[in-house]
């Protein structure tokens, strides 16, 4: 196996594949090699054709585990002279695409995913009024101003989804805003699909969030978050409009 590592990473000691699935046990020692810390993000896997000889297994399976795991939002397969299967560095999209999916299966209802708003969203905003900085404070600050100057209801609601996200990053839990800005996509598809309008009455709500934040206290933040979702929720359909996809996330950091 090549070395180079502008093409292969190297040292990566998978085994003879026998399993009856074979393209899941690819998968599968895939995975750990990056569990282990063998593969990182921006890694580039060996060519289809030796790691077909490398697992001794034939290149379609190969090619069906590299599928898969690009479906996963594991790697990302680049087609030309420089491409090839290079592992990606992580897509908290693919969450919030999971969950809408199992709503519009029916697996998961907009009750569920409400309810579990307000139980991470509580949790989240009581850890944020312990950790959150004078440079969160004013981050969701400048976030509300652009909220109440926006022109219109799309670039309001962009703003009203990274109201939750500030807070979360406030936590400095990585998880905690991962599954907040996933939650807070599928409630905006649901509302953009069942129909927007604007929401005033949230204004002097966000300022009561902000405040109690300031303060550190969490009884009152939560209280005025419990009153934000709710007020979010209503007019809200029990089940999807529509299966269309959720738009695609904007990262923020």
Known sequence: MSTDPMS??????????????VFEEICEQIRKRLASGVLKPGDKLPAER???VEFKVSRPAVREALRTL???????????????????????????????DLMILGRVTLAGLAEA??????AVIELACERATEEDFAAIERNMEEI?????????????VRF????ARATRNEVLAMLVDSLSDIIRYVIDTSGRKARPELVPVRRRILKALRARDAKAAVKSMDE??????????AVPAAATPAPARKSVR
């Open 8 to 21: 292969t990473t190297p040292a990566l000691s998978f085994q003879e594949v026998k399993t009856r699935r």
């Open 50 to 52: 030796d790691l077909a």
């Open 148 to 160: 109440d100057t926006a022109a219109d209801l799309v670039r309001r609601a962009d703003a009203g």
């Open 164 to 167: 939750f996200g500030l807070i």
């Open 117 to 122: 708003r307000h139980l991470i969203n509580g």
């Open 228 to 237: 934000y979702l709710t007020i979010v929720q209503e007019g809200m359909d």
């Open 70 to 100: 690009e479906i996963s939002g594991v790697v990302s397969l680049q087609k030309g002279v420089k491409g090839g299967a290079f592992i990606r560095d992580g897509n908290p999209a693919m969450l919030t695409q999971s969950l809408q």
